[in-house]
T-cell receptor
Framework: NAGVTQTPKFQVLKTGQSMTLQCAQDMNHEYMSWYRQDPGMGLRLIHYSVGAGITDQGEVPNGYNVSRSTTEDFPLRLLSAAPSQTSVYFC???????????FGNGTRLTVT | DAKTTQPNSMESNEEEPVHLPCNHSTISGTDYIHWYRQLPSQGPEYVIHGLTSNVNNRMASLAIAEDRKSSTLILHRATLRDAAVYYCILRDQGAQKLVFGQGTRLTINP
């Protein structure tokens, strides 16, 4: 019963590097989303998807790309990492727009 | 997005009830009141949600004021594992987006 799985757990990047944060869920949820959490702050929505092939921007989308080719996977791409993107990233999924969100345990990213 | 106001921190003792308040004076008729909590080094965890009536589940109870401008999350018998940051969030019906504030950091004393 894996739920929402995020990889890697930790990552260090140099400024300008690119990488993909992986998120997979095994609950057949239609809705998936990415949040970032800066120290001492609440979560802010980056991008979300209401189903395969459909994505939309959240509050803080700049510097990030997403795609949703399957129901299970929702990867988050950092195009050119910047120190301001140092944060903990959480992926979440839900059955519908009204149902509770299930969160992964996060990816802690440091950009130097 | 309608906002919520919560105390920054609260403290309680183990095995005692805890009442976590939340004010949401600008709530709209279609906003559900959601509560999530975040344990150290983990992702947020759903606790409970409601629209107008009080709600109970195995984790907690949610008491909603008659005018819906405030609500209270009730942990009936706190344990050390309940120490976490608790977020009160308004979520429009059908909306995917959750707007997190800074939440209430709950400390449980043994």
């Amino acid at each position: 019963n894996a739920g929402v799985t995020q990889t890697p757990k930790f990552q260090v990047l140099k400024t300008g590097q690119s990488m993909t944060l992986q998120c997979a869920q095994d609950m057949n949820h239609e809705y998936m989303s990415w949040y970032r959490q800066d120290p001492g702050m609440g979560l802010r929505l980056i991008h979300y998807s209401v189903g395969a092939g459909i994505t939309d921007q959240g509050e803080v989308p700049n510097g990030y790309n997403v795609s949703r080719s399957t129901t299970e996977d929702f990867p988050l791409r950092l195009l050119s990492a910047a120190p301001s993107q140092t944060s903990v990233y959480f992926c979440a999924s839900s059955w519908s727009g009204d149902s509770p969100l299930h969160f992964g345990n996060g990816t802690r990213l440091t950009v130097t | 997005d309608a906002k919520t106001t919560q105390p920054n921190s609260m403290e309680s003792n183990e095995e005692e009830p805890v009442h976590l308040p939340c004010n949401h004076s600008t709530i709209s008729g279609t906003d559900y009141i959601h509560w999530y909590r975040q344990l150290p080094s983990q992702g947020p965890e759903y606790v409970i949600h409601g629209l107008t009536s009080n709600v109970n589940n195995r984790m907690a109870s949610l008491a909603i004021a008659e005018d819906r401008k405030s609500s209270t999350l009730i942990l009936h018998r706190a344990t050390l594992r309940d120490a976490a940051v608790y977020y009160c969030i308004l979520r429009d019906q059908g909306a995917q987006k959750l707007v997190f504030g800074q939440g209430t950091r709950l400390t449980i004393n043994p």
